[in-house]
């Protein structure tokens, strides 16, 4: 598992070798999704994003939203090996 932003300041930005390597791409908004689709000017990714609908106000690291988002990937994840 990986994690990548989508914004300029983001310490680890999201690439084209990131999104070709992953089977599913977890975004937390539509806002996300519309970013990868527009900088990597491709719908082959759209497939593989999944759009978790939380709002994206929290702080990074915030504990909350580490335990949201655990909640909302875990259905994703099920069958998924390390």
């Not at 908004?29 to 759009?51: A, C, G, L, P, T």
């Not at 690291?61 to 990937?73: C, R, Y």
Request: hydrophobic share 35%.
């Amino acid at each position: 598992m990986k994690s990548a932003g989508t914004d300029e300041g983001a310490k680890v930005k999201l690439t084209g070798k990131l999104l070709n390597w992953a089977d599913i791409i977890f975004v937390m908004e539509d806002k996300h999704k519309q970013k990868i689709r527009n900088k990597f000017n491709s719908k082959d990714y759209n497939n593989k994003i999944i759009v978790l609908d939380i709002e994206d106000t929290y702080h990074y690291l915030d504990a909350e939203l580490i335990e949201t988002i655990k909640i909302s990937v875990s259905p994703y994840l099920d069958n998924v090996k390390d």
